[in-house]
């Protein structure tokens, strides 16, 4: 339990530490007047508080109240009714409850919330934890929204550069967390990995031993863009249990940390069983806290191909056979719509199985669209498009 006096005093100070902070408008809109519930989830420190705030605070028809302050590690369930009451007599009408997974039994009140009317805006760091609350509780009450770092669209009106091959390069080496954009500090990726790691995962899943969970996180940030299994990933770092890696994939993937794509396959059952390829929510994420990932730049231009991919589709796969590879096939509505190479650089040595690769996957998924993103090569080969990579992102 919390007093009321309390909340009324915590949530004074939160706003008013929001006002000093930097911030731009995110491409990213949110539904300002929807009947069901706002859901925004994310990447923690990817920018989710600022941009509802953005949105509703400047507006001051909310109360905003961040749930990750220490202040409030007594609020129970019971102590939302006097949040009610400081909405009410604040004059308002809406009500933002941001990291609101950290208190326990939440969804009851969120749906006790929607049936009296009340607009409601929530954040999120955890995928499976928001839904599978808001599956059982708010089924059809609930809009969702994700969130990840800046794209280099936002990366450029964050400082107003021009886009051209200069500013990539920036945000190549600097990657879209908003909050490091304007320190750019050298151990910012590695303290917000271990946050996400423990916090995110370890503490609420009851994770004892985290060294554990810090190896295999750093195994796969140093393979990025690479196939990997769980039966190898559990021989080589010295799992007990296959189950055990696959969980803990699991968990990071829910915390937006990385994410996964399966082989394409018409089989599910091959889509399952064959090796996957891993990526990161930020590719800077990686070259931080990696020695070897750092210094693969297609790699890295790979992961910020995959990014791009990741916003505008829920189903990306790679293409694989005895002859041929290609890097991403985009599905929307049951087709395949585009086919991506990624290449740092096409030269003799890679031309024909770089374009190769493209071709076949196309002629065996029936996309219409193929091109190649390069780091700065724009040319057309073989009747293939090479776009340079800060074009097209």
Request: charged share 25%; proline share 2%; hydrophobic share 40%.
């Amino acid at each position: 339990m919390i007093s009321k006096i309390q909340l009324e005093e915590i949530i004074t100070d939160q706003q008013e530490n929001f006002f000093v902070k930097k911030w731009i408008d995110r491409i990213t809109e949110i539904p300002v007047n929807s009947a069901r519930i706002v859901i925004i989830s994310g990447v923690r420190r990817c920018g989710k508080s600022t941009l509802i705030k953005q949105k509703l605070l400047t507006t001051k028809t909310a109360v905003y109240i961040n749930f990750e302050d220490p202040r409030l590690i007594n609020f129970s369930l019971e102590d939302f009714t006097k949040l009610e009451e400081i909405l009410k007599e604040s004059g308002k009408s809406r009500l933002i409850l941001d990291e609101v997974q950290n208190i326990e039994k939440w969804e009851l009140y969120a749906r006790m919330a929607n049936e009296k009317g009340i607009p409601l805006y929530i954040t999120g760091s955890n995928a499976s934890m928001l839904s599978r609350e808001l599956g059982t509780r708010l089924t059809g009450r609930y809009f969702q929204i994700e969130l990840f770092p800046f794209n280099y669209q936002e990366f450029l009106n964050f400082f107003g550069f021009e886009r051209n091959l200069a500013s990539f390069d920036k945000y190549f080496e600097m990657g879209g967390f908003p909050e490091n954009l304007d320190e750019n500090d050298t151990d910012y990726h590695r303290t917000l990995l271990r946050d996400i790691l423990i916090r995110d995962i370890a503490v609420r899943r009851n994770i004892t031993n985290e060294n554990q969970l810090i190896r295999l996180a750093l195994y796969l940030l140093s393979n990025i863009g690479k196939e990997f299994s769980y039966n190898n990933i559990s021989k080589i770092l010295e799992f007990k249990s296959v189950r055990t890696v696959i969980d803990y994939c699991d968990y990071m993937k829910e915390s937006y940390l990385m994410d996964y794509i399966p082989l394409y396959s018409y089989s599910i059952k091959k889509q399952l069983v064959n090796p996957k390829k891993v990526y990161c929510v930020d590719p800077v994420f990686a070259k931080a806290n990696s020695l070897s990932f750092s210094k693969d730049m297609g790699r890295r231009l790979e992961n910020f191909i995959y990014n791009k991919l990741r916003r505008q589709y829920n189903e990306i796969y790679y293409f694989k056979n005895r002859n041929t590879e290609c890097d991403f096939l985009a599905k929307d509505n049951d087709l395949i719509v585009c086919v991506i190479q990624s290449c740092w650089e096409i030269n003799n040595e890679n031309m024909e199985r770089e374009i190769n690769g493209l071709k076949y996957a196309m002629a065996e998924t029936g996309a219409k669209v193929g091109v190649i993103i390069t780091y700065n090569q724009e040319d057309v080969l073989d009747g293939v498009k090479l776009i340079p990579g800060w074009k097209w992102l």
